[in-house]
């Protein structure tokens, strides 16, 4: 049972209200002083006089008293009266401005992120609050915007695999496709790929909350490029791509304070794309160097290149040059959102260069060595 809202004051009316009040605690402080004074001192100057007549004195304070209450009076109302007038008028283009913020909030309430709250000049801490509930405005359209996209991505990456699974499944029941070890090979792939989405996006979405858990651990440069390129041998092998490591032995001899598993995972996610984009008998280097107090680590291929419109959407979520090629490939555009992530939370930066396609592509990953300018950082 919802109880009916308690009709409460508007803002104009609680103003009014005040001001009304305190123009009546004025007057009635006016009056008092002027009654308290005024009276005592006419009466002083009348005895000064020295008066033949008594009768005289009481007269001529009787008068005095009239008149001063009289046009006291009047004054008085005459001020209540204009001071109401121009009260009712300010208060009402106050309540007029607030009106706009709230037709703005329940707009933005019901959705829409479009909606602002007009320019209105009513002071900076007015246009300071204008300001900011127009950003929240503008961020939350953002976020409504990146969400539906995210959700309508993620339903087109479920979908291949789901329906592939469906089909062979159902191809089973019916006794069309035999239950064979290629087949149950194929299926199982469909499942980890699902798998990898969802914690390829578990990943992104801790990392963009900024809740992303990491294990900080001295970690020596050398250890980190041997153990990548062992990692992806096998890939570059099948494939026939050539696979170079060249770090400078002051690189490798570089210690960070990092993630291991989270850095590695940076470098198999370069490599991966490296290889997938490289054709049989090309050639893809694992690069190192320091510079001051940044260490370099970048990723060279000889591959298919990428054209330049594309390269300031590589770190997006889903974001795929060649949306068919790529999804054929196995996949879903979101590797380099992680690499961004990671690299991010290391407090360094990843950049991508192509000079076209065709012509390869070099990943760029700057990490700072200093290890407590990084963010969120605990010393081991
Ligand atoms: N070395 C590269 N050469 C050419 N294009 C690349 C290279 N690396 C990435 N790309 C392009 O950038 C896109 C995004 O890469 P990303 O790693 O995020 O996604 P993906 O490899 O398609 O899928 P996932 O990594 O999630 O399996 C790729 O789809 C591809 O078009
Ligand atoms: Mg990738």
Redesign the pocket.
């Known amino acids: 049972m919802s109880a009916t809202p308690r009709r409460r004051w508007g803002l104009g009316a609680r103003l009014l209200a005040a001001i009304v009040a305190v123009i009546l605690v004025a007057a009635a402080t006016a009056w008092a002083v002027a009654a308290a004074i005024g009276p005592e001192i006419f009466h002083d100057h009348m005895l000064m006089a020295e008066p033949a007549d008594s009768s005289v004195v009481s007269h001529a304070e009787e008068a005095f008293t009239t008149a001063w209450t009289l046009s006291l009076s009047l004054a008085l109302l005459a001020a209540l009266l204009t001071s109401v007038v121009v009260s009712v008028f300010l208060t009402r283009r106050i309540a007029r401005s607030l009106e706009g913020v709230r037709q703005a909030a329940a707009r933005v309430a019901s959705g829409d992120y479009a909606a602002r709250v007009p320019d209105v000049h009513m002071g900076g801490e007015f246009d300071d609050l204008a300001g900011a509930f127009n950003t929240m405005a503008a961020d939350l359209g953002e976020i409504e915007q990146t969400r539906t996209r995210m959700l309508g991505d993620l339903a087109h990456e479920m979908r291949t695999p789901v329906a592939t699974l469906d089909g062979y499944l159902e191809g089973i029941l019916d006794g069309v496709v035999t239950a064979d070890e290629p087949t149950v090979g194929m299926l199982r792939e469909q499942v980890a790929r699902l798998a990898?989405?969802a914690q390829?996006i578990t990943l992104v979405t801790a990392a963009g909350e900024g809740r992303l858990s990491m294990h900080w651990q001295a970690l020596q440069v050398g250890a980190l490029l041997d153990d990548a390129a062992a990692q992806a041998a096998a890939r570059f092998t099948d494939k026939g791509v050539e696979l170079r490591v060249e770090a400078t032995e002051e690189a490798r001899q570089t210690v960070l304070t990092a993630d291991p598993d989270r850095l590695g995972q940076v470098l198999t996610?370069?490599l991966?794309?490296?290889v997938?984009?490289?054709p049989q008998g090309g050639r893809v280097q694992l690069e190192a160097q320091r510079a001051g107090s940044t260490l370099r680590l970048s990723?060279r291929?000889s591959?298919?290149?990428?054209a330049a419109e594309?390269l300031p959407h590589?770190?997006e979520?889903?974001?795929?040059?060649?949306?068919a090629?790529?999804?054929a490939?196995?996949?879903?555009?979101?590797?380099?959102?992680?690499?961004h992530s990671i690299v991010h939370a290391h407090g360094g930066a990843v950049t991508?260069t192509?000079p076209g396609p065709g012509h390869?592509?070099l990943?760029t990953v700057d990490l700072p060595v200093v290890a407590d300018t990084r963010p969120g950082h605990r010393s081991p």
């Open positions: 990898r989405l390829d996610n370069l991966d794309n490296a997938r984009h490289t990723v291929d591959g298919s290149g990428i594309h590589l770190f979520r889903f974001y795929r040059a060649d949306a090629r790529d999804r490939h196995g996949g879903s555009g979101i590797g380099l959102a992680i690499v991508a192509s390869g592509a990943f």
